[in-house]
Nanobody, 123 residues
């Protein structure tokens, strides 16, 4: 397993942007596939974005395409989730998760999880 720490959440007004960070320690993070999920109160954890290890292939779920971008900085062992044009319905706890090699879009594909960072979007 790898230790993950999310940061960058907070309270923002609708229409603003946030960049979430997912930092790993003690591993060569570039070989890991990393996903971002979110969970709103009373709802199931929702997949948002994925960046594959080594190839850096990215995938975004349709509902966030055009507003969210996933990227990584291997020198900093960090994966980012850039979120633009935020909406109140984006309010949730955001989690990053990591998997060695390939990963899909379900939570079960990932073996390591961060503690989550709260994002609250006010109208």
């Amino acid at each position: 397993q790898v230790q993950l720490v999310e940061s960058g959440g907070g309270l923002v007004q609708a229409g603003r942007s946030l960049r979430l960070s997912c930092a790993a320690s003690g591993v060569t993070f570039s070989s890991f596939s990393v996903g971002w999920f979110r969970q709103a109160p009373g709802k199931e954890r929702e997949f948002l974005a994925l960046i594959m290890g080594r190839s850096n292939f990215t995938y975004l779920t349709d509902s966030v395409k055009g507003r969210l971008t996933i990227s990584r900085d291997n020198a900093k062992n960090t994966v980012y989730l850039q979120m633009n044009s935020l909406k109140p319905e984006d309010t949730a706890v955001y989690y990053c998760a990591a998997a060695v090699g390939w990963a899909g879009r379900t939570p079960e594909d990932f073996g390591s999880w961060g503690q989550g960072t709260q994002v609250t979007v006010s109208s």
